[in-house]
């Protein structure tokens, strides 16, 4: 009989062992736009990197700052954001759609 596990587990356990994986991940989760979704998957990398209290200490997070802005209910900050994207291996980066060539620039 297969062992089973909980999904968070299997979760942390892919970003942990492919960080390419968790970096693709995330970004389907930012086009997505779900922020429900975009906190548990930042708590899953927080997790998956060493564990969160490792991640206060390099982010100069408290503990409970940290649980708070990444509970279902929490809404980081953009600076907390690229802090813990940082403390992970991962920065966050703006990218053009791919526009239709008829259409004008933005500037």
Do not use: W
């Not at 942390?12 to 994986?21: C, D, G, T």
């Not at 408290?62 to 509970?71: F, I, Q, R």
């Not at 802090?83 to 526009?99: D, F, H, I, S, Y």
């Amino acid at each position: 009989m297969c062992k089973s596990r909980a999904h968070a587990d299997a979760k942390i356990e892919s970003f942990h062992n492919n960080p390419s994986y968790a970096a693709e991940y995330l970004n389907a989760v930012l086009e997505d736009g779900d922020q429900e979704e975009l906190l548990e998957t930042l708590r899953y990398l927080a997790a998956a990197s060493a564990g969160v209290s490792q991640r206060t200490e390099e982010i100069n997070f408290n503990a409970s700052t940290l649980y708070h802005s990444l509970s279902p209910t929490g809404n980081p900050e953009l600076k907390k954001l690229t802090e813990l994207l940082t403390a992970v291996g991962l920065r966050l980066v703006v990218q053009p759609l791919n526009l239709p060539h008829h259409s004008k620039p933005l500037l």
